[in-house]
């Protein structure tokens, strides 16, 4: 079993990341087609393309690798009609952004995802210029220019461009081995009079009220995402000993996470304060709620197996194996000629080369954090 574990690691992280350069020449010939084309309909063709990537990488984690994802909380309503949100998740595995999938694709929003990211991803090849094209803002932690986030929030104002805004305010992953920046978090919270959170960093609203305030009036609700996952596989974290370390990238593949869960909270807009300070006590507030959450699912887990019983309305996601699977025939009928002809095999590693190389010399000149 643990050889066919790492046989399907290995084959799914391949075609993952390979077909970045067939997915980059998709993607530019339609960025060339239109060009004199206004702006909203290149992002309907550029939101399918992204879309399209996305349901192959769901293949493989909803599918190919067996995880059950749970909804719970007011999940249903959300999923009944598509909106524009800002999305506030907690951070804890390198996973998180594909758990955005699994939420919007419930609404058929899953092209729409927008993520505000930290700038070091802009190294990932031909990706991280992908990102920025699709409406993705980069930010420099310790270094934030509000006025860049601002030009870049200005595209997505308009009307004819759905998004769904993605925010993970503890700016990076609550990892239960790293007690420095844990404790750190927490003098924070006592520094500033605030409560101490047990199973989240201490949250930053700055970037959120940003968005927030360009955008308040394209946004129909804010998404308050709480994610469990379970699996002991992983082990007890060395700093607080009340956390599993959550399952990574990796994990997933080698099939250690047998379900997620999803709490979704949904937050109408006339709920949302319009004041700078009383929003950022207002997100506070939040996490103080995912905390309690995240407390009932670990004290779950430990008495039922990582089930968190005490999260309401649960039910399982409804997004099947067939709705993926034309993802992962199509890029594969892309592939198969590029990898298997002279031509086709040259076309891919200029792509890879000469697109990388052109991505990064772009990002630097433009500075777009």
């Given at each position: ?21 067939e ?7 339609w960025?060339?087609?239109s060009?004199?084309?206004?702006a909203w309909i ?19 984690f ?6 059950k ?12 009609k598509k ?9 804890q595995s ?7 999938n699994?939420?919007?694709?419930e609404?058929?929003s899953?092209g729409?995802?927008r ?5 070091e ?26 006025a860049k ?5 200005k595209?997505l104002r ?5 998004s769904?805004?993605v925010i993970?305010?503890e700016g990076t992953?609550?990892?239960?081995d ?5 404790t750190?978090?927490?003098?924070v ?7 101490v959170l047990d ?10 009220w940003?968005?927030?305030?360009t955008?308040?009036?394209?946004f129909?609700?804010?998404?308050d995402i ?6 002991n596989?992983?082990?007890?974290g060395?700093?607080d ?7 990574q990238?990796k994990?997933f593949?080698?099939?250690?996470c047998?379900s ?8 109408p ?7 700078e300070?009383?929003f ?8 103080i709620?995912k905390d ?6 670990y004290?779950?887990?430990e008495?039922?197996?990582?089930e968190p019983?005490?999260w309401p309305?649960?039910h399982?996601?409804r ?10 025939l ?11 002809t002279?031509?086709g095999?040259s ?7 000469y ?12 500075s777009?954090c």
């Amino acid at each position: 079993m643990k050889i066919f574990r790492y046989v399907r690691y290995v084959i799914s992280t391949v075609i993952m990341l390979g077909v970045a350069p067939e997915f980059i020449l998709i993607w530019g010939i339609w960025k060339g087609m239109s060009l004199v084309l206004p702006a909203w309909i290149y992002q309907i063709g550029d939101d399918f393309c992204y879309g399209t990537y996305q349901k192959l990488v769901l293949f493989f984690f909803n599918h190919c690798n067996g995880v059950k994802v749970y909804f719970y909380g007011d999940a249903q309503e959300a999923f009944r009609k598509k909106e524009t949100v800002l999305y506030l998740g907690n951070h804890q595995s390198t996973v998180d952004w594909i758990l955005t999938n699994m939420v919007a694709v419930e609404q058929g929003s899953i092209g729409h995802l927008r993520f505000v990211m930290k700038h070091e991803l802009q190294m990932i090849p031909l990706y991280g210029f992908y990102f920025h094209q699709h409406g993705c803002i980069y930010v420099k932690r310790g270094h934030f220019q509000p006025a860049k986030m601002l030009q870049s929030l200005k595209y997505l104002r308009n009307p004819k461009i759905p998004s769904w805004v993605v925010i993970f305010p503890e700016g990076t992953r609550y990892n239960p081995d790293d007690g420095k920046r844990i404790t750190k978090s927490r003098e924070v919270a006592r520094e500033n009079s605030i409560q101490v959170l047990d199973f989240h960093l201490t949250p930053r609203s700055r970037g959120a009220w940003l968005v927030l305030e360009t955008m308040r009036e394209r946004f129909e609700a804010v998404y308050d995402i709480t994610v469990g996952y379970s699996g002991n596989e992983c082990g007890k974290g060395s700093f607080d000993t009340d956390r599993n370390k959550t399952p990574q990238l990796k994990d997933f593949l080698l099939g250690r996470c047998k379900s997620v869960h999803i709490h979704v909270n949904r937050i109408p807009m006339s709920s949302v304060p319009a004041d700078e300070e009383k929003f950022q006590q207002w997100m506070h507030q939040i996490f103080i709620k995912k905390d309690k959450l995240m407390k009932q699912f670990y004290n779950s887990c430990e008495q039922e197996g990582n089930e968190p019983l005490t999260w309401p309305n649960k039910h399982l996601q409804r997004v099947g194996f067939w709705q993926t699977l034309p993802s992962f025939l199509f890029f594969g009928a892309v592939t198969v000629p590029l990898l298997l002809t002279k031509v086709g095999h040259s076309i891919y590693l200029k792509t890879l080369f000469y697109g990388t190389l052109g991505g990064y010399l772009w990002l630097a000149i433009s500075s777009v954090c």
